[in-house]
Nanobody
Framework: QVQLVESGGGLVQAGGSLRLSCTASGRTFSSYYIGWFRQAPGKERDVIAAMRWSGGSTYYADSVKGRFTISRDSAKNTVYLQMNSLKPEDTAVYYC?????????????????WGQGTQVTVSS
């Protein structure tokens, strides 16, 4: 069983930056695929970034490409989402999610473990 705890959300002005953290407890992230999702009011939960813990290519949604960066710290068993050049349309609840597997996973139904979510609000 994996427990995911997120932190780092908040209120920021447009053009600002935030860094979200997702720390796993109960088990290390090794052999897991990690995704960051977001869900705005009235909208579906969509993947915005994803990576395999062991390394390799990363995935970014077009809406965040060039502005957001997913990374990890093995020593802390933590995945980060660095968000730069934030826009009001980035306002949402952000979730990290994890699952084991050798493939690539981009939809919420494919993930087994979820964090509690953290609110990100970008003011104009």
């Amino acid at each position: 069983q994996v427990q995911l705890v997120e932190s780092g959300g908040g209120l920021v002005q447009a053009g600002g930056s935030l860094r979200l953290s997702c720390t796993a407890s109960g088990r290390t992230f090794s052999s897991y695929y990690i995704g960051w999702f977001r869900q705005a009011p009235g909208k579906e939960r969509d993947v915005i970034a994803a990576m395999r813990w062991s390394g390799g290519s990363t995935y970014y949604a077009d809406s965040v490409k060039g502005r957001f960066t997913i990374s990890r710290d093995s020593a802390k068993n933590t995945v980060y989402l660095q968000m730069n050049s934030l826009k009001p349309e980035d306002t949402a609840v952000y979730y990290c999610a994890a699952r084991r597997g050798a493939g690539y996973y981009y939809t919420p139904d494919e993930y087994d473990y979820w964090g509690q979510g953290t609110q990100v609000t970008v003011s104009s």
